[in-house]
Each structure stands twice: as C-alpha cells, then as structure tokens.
C-alpha cells in the first residue's frame, strides 16, 4: 500500500474537563491534508453521555474537509469521561474508516466493572467496546479498527506517526485540546 493511501485525515480528541462537574465537554477534530494541519473542526459531547458517535458524524460530515478525508483517528475510544465512540457505526456513517489508537492498552476488566456498576446505560456501552474486543498491539501503540485490515492499519500508523508513535491528527488534536481546555497544551503530545 502506497504511503500516499491517506493523504487527508482527522484525528479527535476531547478538551480537558473536570471530572466531577456535569455538562458539556469540548471536543477537537484537527483536519491534515497531506504534511499540514488544513483545519479544524469542533464541537460538544455530554460527560458520560450516549451522544459521542452522532456528534463526531455531524460535525465531520458537515464540515467542508469531509470530501477529502479518507480517514478518522479516535484517541481512545471514549469522549467526555464514559462517553463511547462506536467506531463501526462511524465508519459506516461516513464511509471512512476509522482507526482507534491508545498509548497503552486499556484495562478491559476494570472498564467493564466501572460501566456496569457505576455509569448510567454502562450495559449499552460496555455492549460496544465488547464487539471491539481487545485493542491489538501495533506500531508502539494499541488499536482498535473498522473498516480496514490489520496492514492498512500498520500502513496508516507509519504514514501519520511524524512525531513519536501517535498519528499526526491525533497529537495535534490534543495540543490543540489542551489549549483550548486550559489556555496552554501540556502532557505527552
């Protein structure tokens, strides 16, 4: 597969939040077309909510990148605290395939037990990341992926990842996050 295979891409992840206060949290979606940052998108998802996939849908399909993209980076499968991502459902909305990706890999066990015991419809959610199954080892990082095989996916990390081991959008994103949550970026970007 030809390095050139996404050349336009987005990655999101959400502002920093208090995690006790209710509302709605930020939500950044940097836009690249090739090497540069071409755009960004943003929007709100509610702390521990359900609306998370429709938001993401709305504002990528609304937004005047959308005609160019050819893929959706997700730091993670959740937004806002609880707030989970189905990336299948994203990537049939959009027609674009979507690759999950995380630092380390999320301690399912322990995820499971939150949402049951604690978050509100956590049955639904934990219903999403249990057909997703385990996140797999690649490139440095974990992933999650709908809508492409396991080498498009190692073909997209080595064509996004510039700058450490996290796709480009991605760390963007979270720059952009930062400042936008905290008036200045910080943490591992």
């Known amino acids: 597969m030809p390095t050139s295979s996404y050349p336009h891409a987005i990655g999101f992840d959400d502002v920093p939040f208090d995690r006790a206060g209710p509302g709605p949290v930020g939500v950044v979606g940097a836009v690249f077309a090739k090497d540069r940052l071409d755009g960004v998108v943003s ?23 959308f005609p160019q993209l050819r893929i959706v980076f997700l730091q993670g499968v959740t937004l806002a605290g609880f707030n989970v991502v189905d990336p299948v459902l994203l990537h049939h909305a959009l027609g674009l395939p979507v690759l999950v990706v995380a630092r380390r890999e999320p301690d399912r066990e322990r995820i499971r037990r939150a949402l049951l015991e604690r978050v509100p419809g956590g049955a639904r959610k934990w219903a999403v990341l249990d057909r997703l199954g385990p996140m797999e080892p690649m490139g440095g990082v974990h992933v999650q992926r709908a809508g492409l095989t396991r080498t498009q996916a190692e073909a997209a990390l080595r064509q996004w990842a510039r700058h450490g081991k996290l796709p480009e959008p991605l760390r963007v994103a979270h720059l952009i996050a930062g400042g936008v949550g905290e008036g200045h970026s910080r943490g591992r970007a």
């Open 43 to 65: 929007g709100h998802v509610q702390r521990d909510g359900t609306d998370a996939t429709a938001v993401l849908i709305r504002l990528v399909a609304a937004s005047r990148f």
